[in-house]
């Protein structure tokens, strides 16, 4: 199984460059959504976290108030470690069980918290998706229609631009236009296609 971690900072281009790939026929595991599903209603992560916080950690349809959790985690560090310990373990069984399920040459896993949590060590390489942090900042606010702050406030709690680019194997540039991505996608592709067959 060859594996290629895909990371960046928040707004950095990681789905947008994902997606060229799938276009190329690589299977794309996003750790981000193996995340959500993990706290989905009716599973045991979400009883436990109504178990433990109540039903104010819920909505009124049994799914998880994601908002609540989220502010509730920000605040106390504590809940945060508890939540980790609850989650981190069936998030990476999940993982490694679609990473091994991909039929094709080589199988992408994109994770925005790749290195903070450790997945590049079931990585052959890194790609890292790089712009600046006013780029991030303007393309995500953008994207979600949020304030300059908030994205912020996210890219402090995330690694920062020199920390990724430490543990990168390649490094893909997503400051110019997005023009400017599918050469540099189809040469990575070329290059891990050759990789994987070895
Ligand atoms: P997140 O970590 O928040 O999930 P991401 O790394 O997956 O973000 P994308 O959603 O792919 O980032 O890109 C962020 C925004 O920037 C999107 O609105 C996307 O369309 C836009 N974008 C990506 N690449 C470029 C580019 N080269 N030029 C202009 N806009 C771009």
Request: charged share 20%; with cysteine.
């Amino acid at each position: 199984m060859f594996i290629v971690g895909v990371t960046g900072g928040i707004g950095s281009g990681k789905t947008t460059v994902t997606r060229l790939f799938e276009q190329r026929g690589v299977v794309v595991v996003d750790a981000d959504v193996i995340a959500r599903h993990t706290l989905e209603r009716g599973s045991q992560a979400l009883q436990a976290v109504r178990e433990r916080y109540g039903e104010v950690a819920l909505q009124a349809d049994g799914s998880l108030n994601r908002a609540w959790l989220r502010a509730h985690i920000f605040a106390n560090p504590t809940e945060k470690q508890w939540l980790n310990q609850l989650t981190h373990p069936l998030i990476r069984a999940e993982i490694i069980k679609q990473l091994h399920a991909a039929t094709s040459a080589y199988v992408m896993l994109s994770a925005p918290l790749l290195i903070e949590n450790g997945l590049q060590q079931l990585c052959q390489r890194v790609l890292v998706v790089d712009v600046d942090e006013a780029t991030q900042l303007q393309r995500t606010a953008e994207r979600d229609q949020v304030n300059p702050q908030q994205v912020q406030a996210i890219m402090q709690a995330q690694a920062s631009r020199q920390q990724r680019l430490a543990h990168a194997t390649e490094v893909l540039d997503n400051s110019g236009s997005s023009a400017d991505l599918p050469p540099q996608v189809e040469k990575l592709h070329q290059l891990y296609s050759a990789l994987a067959l070895q």
